[in-house]
Nanobody, 117 residues
Framework: QVQLVESGGGLVQPGGSLRLSCAAS????????RGWYRQAPGKQRELVAI???????NYADSVKGRFTISRDNAKNTLYLQMNSLKPEDTAVYYC???????????WGQGTQVTVSS
């Protein structure tokens, strides 16, 4: 199996920045980390950003122009650069990955992002 570990969350003031990382380890052959999701208290988990196997990126409308997703394929590590953070970005952020030949998703434990003054 693979393990996904998110890091980089924390408390930041509105307008600040954070950089999240998601490292995959274990059985990572033909595995790729591909997306960031978030879940705020009382809300459903939602897609934040995704990067396909081919490198195409897509973002939720709420984060376009502020967040940037990237991946280091050699290290099987996913990143999310978050700028101009808003209080509504407060949530637990999870990374997602899958094997290229199997459509089963794997999730990390999440990292808390709190945007507050």
């Amino acid at each position: 199996q693979v393990q996904l570990v998110e890091s980089g969350g924390g408390l930041v003031q509105p307008g600040g920045s954070l950089r999240l990382s998601c490292a995959a380890s274990g059985s990572t052959f033909s595995f790729y980390v591909r997306g960031w999701y978030r879940q705020a208290p009382g809300k459903q988990r939602e897609l934040v950003a995704i990067i396909t196997a081919g490198g195409t990126t897509n973002y939720a409308d709420s984060v376009k122009g502020r967040f940037t997703i990237s991946r280091d394929n050699a290290k099987n590590t996913l990143y999310l650069q978050m700028n101009s953070l808003k209080p509504e970005d407060t949530a637990v952020y999870y990374c997602n990955g899958r094997y290229v030949s199997v459509q089963n998703d794997y999730w990390g434990q999440g990292t808390q992002v709190t945007v507050s003054s």
